[in-house]
């Protein structure tokens, strides 16, 4: 229990202090106050190398032995310099995101820049759950790649900070940094196919005309027939003489397409998002206009992708308030 405790405020103070050390920024230059550099294993292990022959040349009185043991130390302190060298003095800028759904990799794109000629290579990217994706800057000065992390809730999506980090060139050294990138992914509902749409939306015009009972938009007259009702007669029209008509009424009925909330009534909310989700895929493939109904917002039909998208984004913030990381 203790461990436990200690671990979670090990982790918290941590956090704290990684934000005060390195805010949030949509563009980093990396220097000698965001990049760490430790030993790696093995660095450890070379150390313990250097450190076992400077004992057995002390014991011995051997000068060749001494000879060497300085020398990979001074290649030891030179690779200090190179590996912190390799990470230092690069730009990193995020160029956004691209909007995926729940269960998919949500991307989002970098731009790694230098300053001068020198070369860096073996650049690692990584989130902590990601396999790194290696990166060199050699002949160009700068390069645009591509980051992949898991979405696994619905909303505004940001991610844990990565984790840059290289070995180059020895491997004794790693030299890192974690960055807070400042950048969100938009997360759609996962699409579950419910069904088809209800046929009583259909996909015509909006203002088509029914003779449903209880209508009362006058549409015109037609000449009276027996049975028609003496109510809706045209008596004025009788009377100057044009003849015996009755009063036609009839009612609008809205065509459009509507994928409405209320047809999955008895699921709960990320269920119903998730059915509407794959509607609005749906009917984006079809050249009709369609229209999204959800508790509080109404968002009249229409067609084409910046449509669709619009659609995509109210379901994928509807009552969403948090960011999850």
């Not at 920024?25 to 220097?31: D, G």
């Not at 060199?136 to 840059?164: D, M």
């Not at 009925?253 to 749906?282: K, P, Q």
């Not at 959800?294 to 619009?310: Q, S, T, V, W, Y």
Request: charged share 20%; proline share 5%.
């Amino acid at each position: 229990m203790q461990t436990v405790v200690f671990d979670r405020w090990f982790k918290q103070r941590f956090k704290q202090w990684i934000n005060r050390r390195l805010p949030a920024q949509r563009s980093i230059f990396l220097t000698r106050k965001n990049v760490f550099i430790f030993p790696s294993k093995s660095g450890f292990a070379f150390l313990l190398v250097i450190t076992l022959l400077w004992l057995i040349a002390t014991n011995y009185e051997n000068n060749l032995i001494f000879a060497f043991t300085f020398l990979l130390t001074s290649l030891f302190v030179v690779s200090i310099l190179h590996t912190f060298s390799n990470l230092a003095g690069l730009t990193i800028t995020t160029l956004g995101s691209t909007p995926a759904f729940v269960g998919e990799d949500a991307e989002f794109r970098l731009m790694i820049e230098r300053r001068g000629q020198r070369w860096h290579e073996n650049l690692l990217f990584s989130w902590p759950t990601v396999a790194p994706q290696i990166v060199s800057l050699t002949e160009q000065s700068q390069q645009k790649i591509k980051l992949y992390l898991k979405a696994s809730h619905r909303g505004l999506f940001k991610p844990s900070r990565i984790l840059i980090a290289t070995y180059y060139p020895l491997g004794l050294l790693r030299a890192w940094t974690w960055l807070d990138l400042d950048t969100v992914c938009l997360v759609y509902p996962k699409p579950i196919k419910p069904g088809p749409i209800p046929a009583a939306q259909g996909t015509g015009e909006e203002g088509s005309y029914s003779n449903s009972p209880g209508s009362e938009d006058f549409y015109g007259l037609k000449t009276y027939q027996t049975g028609d009702s003496p109510k809706h007669v045209a008596w004025k029209q009788y009377a100057r003489g044009r003849g015996l008509h009755t009063k036609e009424y009839r009612s609008s009925i809205d065509r459009r397409l509507w994928l409405d909330w209320d047809y999955f009534g008895g699921m709960n909310r990320e269920s119903r998002l998730s059915c509407l989700c794959y509607w609005v895929l749906a009917a984006a493939r079809t050249q009709e206009s369609y229209g999204l109904r959800l508790p509080n917002l109404e968002i009249a039909p229409d067609k084409g992708f910046a449509h669709r998208d619009r659609l995509l984004k109210a379901l994928a913030l509807f009552e969403s308030e948090s960011v999850e990381r």
